[in-house]
């Protein structure tokens, strides 16, 4: 059995305040277990405010273990559509005091105590080398929370019962999340999502986005992927079969709308055979370069999908999306974010007809997916410490919607260290791990998948040049005086550092990543401070910027 879930066998390892408190209220008898995927969606359906589409049957629900004739559940929150980094507070942080949260869960879990309370079960990881159990509780009129996250994670039928038996013995607790999404607090106005990740546990309070449950769970598990051999990836992985039986297999790490998904889910005119893996969440063995994913769903956006699209006929559930009245009387999805944006939809493992749960081959090619207006659309680099280093200082650009105080610079690029904000070990740990693995022959670009310098990159684009690198074509020249970047020949997109405005703006942003790096050391305490080889790689960078070639 992989995980440690009783007191019998690894007691000491789920022996904290924390977790204690957490799973408690587990047992109490207001609780009632939810056994089976089908049992929770009759209690999301029945639940106020669901809207069952009766004009969208799920495709093979019974195959998913739903009943004949399941229809796609549609749930929709208010105002809040999105995660909230603000809320989460983990253990180890500083300032983070145990004793006062310790005061304030079993608060709320007294709270709860006269509410009906659901448990469930499920698995984290899609193979026996990696797979946890997780186990959520939620009150009575949050079902679709429950029903969202059975289906997002694997529920334990009989085959994955047997396979979770049969696993990798880790010295780990179960995953334990409580949560409470009325929960309100004078001191936490925007909820609070807390964490104790060495103890695998965490409690979601005053947070009703489903988003929040899927990436609580996943920050857990990523920790404990991290503390046993793995690189824990927040990306998209899929393998291209060649001409000539040559396989090409890519991983794609960007934050969201940045182009993940619709990479890994291309089918690039059917020129290849393709396998997904999955667009989101998977673990890399460090040792023997294998990858699983951790989740059989995907959980994407339904901005650009229309009712009609084939991508919607594996929608198994909406969220923060609109309905109407067909011809036929029946109720279909307004999508495309006419109600509000963010609109969510879980898709079933079929939208991928080539879909598996490990890829055995070795990664070939790490794409950094970046919004940096002065980034070329493709560029290649050939210093596996300075990939790591661009890997952590993974860059998009702020929205036009943001509200930005006095003397921010509305240029400056915003940062997440390998498109993954639920980290929850130190960032040295992933600096490392995938210098590492670029060490080893993988090869490392970064994909602009945004504008350059106001000309936009259009996603076509963006999968012709994923094809070049696939089949080896001879494309990548020297980018000016850089040692460590090449670039390809593309008509109206050639960096010229010549040109005193673009050579600025350049180094501009090279700066704010230095800049980034440099604020990590004192940050939460230097929890996530890099070392000094990350700097000097960027200041050299600078270097050959100033001093480009004549044109």
């Known amino acids: 059995m992989a995980t440690i879930g009783c007191i019998e066998n690894g007691f000491e390892k789920i022996q904290s305040r924390i977790r204690t408190t957490v799973e408690t209220p587990f047992y109490g008898n207001n609780v009632m277990p939810v056994a089976s995927v089908k049992e929770v969606y009759y209690l999301a359906k029945d639940s106020p405010g669901t809207i069952e589409l009766s004009g969208m049957p799920v495709f093979e629900a019974e195959k998913m273990g739903l009943p004949e004739g399941a229809k796609v559940l549609l749930f929709n929150d208010g105002a809040v559509l999105g995660r909230c980094a603000a809320a989460r507070r983990i253990v180890g942080e500083p300032n983070v005091k145990v004793d006062?949260?310790?005061?304030?869960?079993?608060?709320?879990?007294?709270?709860?105590?006269?509410?009906?309370?659901?448990?469930?079960?499920?698995i984290?990881?899609?193979?026996?080398?990696?797979?946890?159990?997780?186990?959520?509780?939620?009150?009575?009129?949050?079902?679709?929370?429950?029903?969202?996250?059975?289906?997002?994670?694997?529920?334990?039928?009989?085959?994955?019962?047997?396979?979770?038996?049969?696993?990798?013995?880790?010295?780990?607790?179960?995953?334990?999340?409580?949560?409470?999404?009325?929960?309100?607090?004078?001191?936490?106005?925007?909820?609070?999502?807390?964490?104790?990740?060495?103890?695998?546990?965490?409690?979601?309070?005053?947070?009703?986005?489903?988003?929040?449950?899927?990436?609580?769970?996943?920050?857990?598990?990523?920790?404990?992927?991290?503390?046993?051999?793995?690189l824990s990836c927040h990306g998209g992985?899929?393998?291209?079969?060649?001409?000539?039986?040559?396989?090409?297999?890519?991983?794609?790490?960007?934050?969201?709308?940045?182009?993940?998904s619709t990479i890994t889910h291309a089918t690039?005119?059917?020129?290849?055979?393709?396998?997904?893996?999955?667009?989101?969440?998977?673990?890399?063995?460090?040792?023997?370069?294998?990858?699983i994913a951790l989740e059989p769903t995907y959980f994407d956006k339904t901005q650009d999908y229309s009712m009609d699209s084939e991508a919607s006929r594996f929608i198994v559930t909406l969220q923060n999306n609109g309905a109407s009245i067909g011809k036929d009387g029946k109720l279909y999805a307004m999508m495309e974010d006419l109600r509000n944006g963010n609109g969510r939809a879980i898709r079933s493992r079929f939208w991928s007809p080539n879909r598996v749960d490990i890829m055995k081959d070795p990664i070939n090619a790490i794409f950094w997916l970046m919004r940096d207006p002065?980034?070329?659309?493709?560029?290649?680099?050939?210093?596996?410490?300075?990939?790591?280093?661009?890997?952590?200082?993974?860059?998009?650009?702020?929205?036009?919607?943001?509200?930005?105080?006095?003397?921010?610079?509305?240029?400056?690029?915003?940062?997440?260290?390998?498109?993954?904000?639920?980290?929850?070990?130190?960032?040295?740990?992933?600096?490392?791990?995938?210098?590492?693995?670029?060490?080893?022959?993988?090869?490392?670009?970064?994909?602009?998948?945004?504008?350059?310098?106001?000309?936009?990159?259009?996603?076509?684009l963006t999968l012709q040049i994923i094809e070049n690198i696939a089949e080896e074509k001879p494309c990548f020249v020297p980018w000016d005086n850089f040692s460590d970047l090449q670039i390809m020949h593309l008509d109206g997109f050639m960096p010229d550092l010549s040109d005193k405005g673009y050579r600025e703006q350049f180094i501009a942003r090279m700066n704010d990543r230095i800049k980034f790096i440099k604020g990590k050391e004192t940050e939460r305490g230097g929890f996530d401070k890099l070392p000094p080889e990350t700097i000097e790689l960027l200041e050299k960078i600078l270097e050959e910027a100033s001093h480009p070639k004549t044109k």
């Open 100 to 122: 006062e949260y310790a005061t304030k869960l079993r608060e709320a879990v007294y709270g709860t105590r006269f509410r009906r309370l659901y448990r469930a079960e499920a």
């Open 124 to 230: 984290v990881g899609l193979h026996p080398d990696f797979m946890i159990k997780a186990h959520l509780l939620v009150p009575e009129g949050h079902e679709n929370i429950l029903y969202n996250w059975i289906l997002n994670f694997q529920y334990l039928d009989d085959c994955y019962s047997k396979m979770y038996q049969d696993s990798r013995v880790y010295p780990e607790g179960d995953i334990f999340i409580f949560s409470d999404p009325d929960w309100q607090h004078p001191e936490h106005p925007l909820g609070l999502a807390f964490f104790d990740p060495n103890h695998n546990c965490a409690a979601i309070l005053g947070l009703r986005y489903f988003g929040e449950f899927k990436k609580g769970t996943l920050t857990l598990a990523w920790g404990t992927a991290a503390r046993n051999g793995f």
């Open 237 to 260: 992985l899929k393998r291209l079969k060649l001409h000539g039986g040559r396989n090409f297999v890519m991983a794609v790490f960007g934050l969201s709308g940045s182009g993940k």
């Open 268 to 291: 690039h005119g059917g020129k290849y055979e393709i396998t997904v893996l999955h667009d989101d969440a998977f673990v890399v063995n460090r040792d023997e370069g294998y990858s």
């Open 374 to 460: 002065t980034m070329p659309p493709v560029v290649k680099v050939t210093n596996p410490c300075l990939g790591s280093t661009l890997g952590a200082t993974l860059a998009t650009r702020r929205t036009t919607a943001e509200r930005l105080a006095p003397g921010v610079d509305p240029d400056a690029l915003v940062f997440e260290p390998y498109a993954n904000p639920f980290r929850v070990y130190p960032l040295s740990v992933d600096y490392e791990g995938f210098k590492t693995f670029l060490a080893s022959g993988v090869d490392c670009y970064i994909l602009n998948t945004g504008d350059f310098m106001g000309k936009d990159i259009e996603a076509k």
